[in-house]
């Protein structure tokens, strides 16, 4: 199925399903069509990241912030995403990605996506995201000094007694540290 398909029954779904906390794990249901598929005939390992892409905006929507983030002019980027596999997704195998955010920092939020099918993780992602303003919202607004959100003001704009709250696990640290190497020494 087209992506843009998929995305406009999530923009339109999304509305009419229960509301969750962005610290909620959830699940999306999805299965694995045609145009997923690589020479090899599994899912394409590109397609896992398209895929979290929708199930990502789904628990904006359903938190309450996808709204209030385009109110303010704020968009996500990614600023980094690492997977690992274990199992192939076959043609029109069903799956579930549950989703998870798994915190924050001051510049990043990280969450975790769990491709699952019949009981069995396929694949574990984890993504990195900055949230930007754009130049007249950050004018209108107040929010996003420099163009940046901070993943504080991004949390209170649903709930005004947000907590600054670092939620960071050992494997994100890891992965923070190995990043910066990585780019320090290919500077």
Request: proline share 2%; net charge positive; glycine share 6%.
């Amino acid at each position: 199925m087209n992506l843009y398909i998929r995305l406009f029954f999530v923009l339109l779904l999304s509305r009419f399903k229960s509301t969750v906390s962005v610290f909620d794990e959830f699940s999306t249901q999805h299965r694995v069509w045609p145009n997923d598929l690589d020479v090899l005939g599994h899912m394409n390992n590109g397609r896992y990241f398209t895929i979290t892409d929708l199930a990502r905006i789904e628990m904006l929507i359903r938190a309450g912030l996808w709204r209030e983030m385009r109110k303010h002019g704020i968009y996500p980027v990614m600023a980094g995403e690492t997977i690992q596999f274990r199992r192939s997704l076959m043609p029109f195998q069903k799956y579930s990605i549950i989703t998870h955010t798994l915190g924050w920092d001051e510049k990043f939020i990280y969450v975790e996506h769990r491709f699952v099918s019949r009981g069995e993780t396929y694949a574990l992602a984890i993504v990195r995201t900055r949230m930007l303003c754009s130049h007249s919202a950050r004018n209108s607004s107040g929010i996003g000094g420099a163009g940046r959100v901070s993943p504080q003001e991004l949390m209170q704009l649903v709930d005004e007694n947000a907590v600054s709250e670092t939620r960071m696990n050992e494997v994100l640290e890891r992965w923070n540290s190995s990043t910066t190497l990585h780019w320090n020494d290919n500077a």
